[in-house]
C-alpha cells in the first residue's frame, strides 16, 4: 500500500461496514451466508470490515422465518413472508438510525443485494395485488443512505461489474482521505490542497464538477468553512460516482502529460503518446498508461503531477486498473 512516487505516503487503511452475511458469517434466515470471495480474499486485504447484520440485531434470531418487502413500492413495510401481520419495519428503521450514528469512522458500507432490509437498489415488493415489482430499497439501507448521504455505498452483486467495483473502492478511498483531512483538523489551506490533489481524480468522472468545486472553493474566504466543506464533499462524491469513460481518462491523461511536456524528452513523450493512443483503441488497460506516467514522474520529479491522487487512488494490489 506504499505510493513511492506520492511523497512516500501510505493509503491509510479504511473501515468498511459490510452486511455480515457478506463476510462469511451465518447470520442468514436459513443460518448460512453468503460470502463474497473478493470482497473477502482482495479487499480484505486492503480494508477492516465492520460486519452489520440488521435482522440478527433486532433479534430476530437464527434461524428465522424470512421476511421480504410489501405493500407500497415507495414506502414498503418488512412483513414475515407467512405470518404478514408480524412488521418489523419500525424494528429495521430504528436500527438504522442507531447504526447511522456509529458511522462516523467508517469510509463505506458494502449491502447484500435483494435484501428487504439490506438491498440498495431494485429489491422485489410484494404489492396489494399480489404482484413483485422490482425497485424497492431495504429499510434499513434505506435510513442509512439518508443519514449518510456522502458516505461511499454499494452493493455486492454490482462489485462483480469491473467498472462498479473500480468506481466503488475509488470513492471509498477517496472518502478515507476526507476522514484523514477532517481527523488532522479542517482548515481553508488544506481544504485547497485536497481538492488540488483530486483535481484529475474528480476530472476523470465529472470535469463539470471538478470545475464547479473549483468555482465554490474560490468563495472559501467569503464563506463558513465547514458549511462549504459539506457542500464540497457532496459536490465530490456526487461527482465520483458518475461513471468514468475511456474518453475521460484519455483527457486527463493528455492533460498531465501537457503539464509535464517541459521535462519530458522528445522520444518520452512520443512513447507517452504511443501508449495512451493504445488505451483509447482499448488495446491496453488503464493500468499501462499510469504506469508510464508514474515511472516519468519517479525519474523527473514534479511535485504538483507527483502529489495527484489519480496517479495512485487506491493500494495497486487491487489492480483495478488492469480491468479497466
Ligand atoms: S442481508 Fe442483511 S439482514 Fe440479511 S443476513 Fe445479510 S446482513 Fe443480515
Redesign the pocket.
Given at each position: 500500500m506504499y505510493s513511492p512516487d506520492s511523497g512516500g505516503e501510505v493509503h491509510s487503511r479504511p473501515r468498511l461496514a459490510v452486511?455480515?452475511?457478506?463476510l462469511g458469517?451465518a447470520?442468514?434466515?436459513d443460518g448460512r451466508?453468503?460470502r463474497h470471495n473478493w470482497l473477502v480474499d482482495t479487499l480484505g486485504r486492503c480494508v477492516d470490515f465492520e460486519?452489520?447484520?440488521?435482522?440478527?440485531s433486532i433479534g430476530l434470531g437464527i434461524p428465522r422465518e424470512p421476511v421480504q418487502l410489501t405493500g407500497d413500492p415507495r414506502h414498503p413495510c418488512v412483513r414475515a413472508v407467512s405470518h404478514p401481520d408480524r412488521d418489523v419495519t419500525a424494528d429495521l428503521q430504528a436500527e438504522g438510525h442507531a447504526v447511522a450514528t456509529t458511522l462516523g469512522g467508517v469510509a463505506g458500507y458494502v449491502?447484500?443485494s435483494r435484501?428487504?432490509?439490506?438491498?440498495l437498489f431494485h429489491v422485489g415488493v410484494l404489492t396489494e395485488s399480489g404482484r413483485i415489482v422490482h425497485s424497492g430499497q431495504?429499510v434499513?439501507a434505506r435510513v442509512i443512505q439518508k443519514a449518510c448521504p456522502c458516505l461511499p455505498l454499494e452493493e455486492e452483486s454490482r462489485l462483480d461489474d469491473a467498472a462498479l467495483r473500480e468506481n466503488f473502492v475509488n470513492r471509498l478511498y477517496t472518502y478515507q482521505r476526507w476522514l484523514s483531512l477532517c481527523a488532522a483538523g479542517l482548515s481553508a489551506q488544506r481544504l485547497l490542497d485536497f481538492h488540488a490533489r483530486h483535481k484529475y481524480l474528480l476530472m476523470a468522472h465529472s470535469p463539470e464538477d471538478c470545475r464547479r468545486l473549483g468555482r465554490l472553493l474560490s468563495r472559501l474566504r467569503d464563506a463558513d468553512l465547514f458549511v462549504l466543506a459539506r457542500e464540497y464533499l457532496a459536490g465530490l462524491m456526487a461527482g465520483l460516482m458518475q461513471e468514468s469513460a475511456t474518453t475521460r481518462h484519455v483527457n486527463v491523461l493528455q492533460h498531465i502529460v501537457g503539464h509535464l511536456k517541459q521535462g519530458i524528452a522528445a522520444s518520452d513523450k512520443a512513447e507517452l503518446l504511443a501508449v495512451l493512443e493504445a488505451y483509447r483503441h482499448r488495446e491496453i488497460p488503464l493500468a499501462v498508461p499510469v504506469m508510464c506516467l508514474r515511472r516519468h514522474v519517479h525519474c523527473c520529479p514534479d511535485e504538483y503531477i507527483g502529489r495527484q491522487w489519480y496517479l495512485w487512488p487506491y493500494p495497486d494490489e487491487l489492480e483495478l486498473r488492469d480491468h479497466l
Open positions: 452486511s455480515s452475511c457478506l458469517q447470520v442468514r434466515y451466508h453468503k460486519p452489520l447484520c440488521p435482522e440478527v449491502f447484500k435484501s428487504p432490509s439490506c438491498g431495504g434499513y
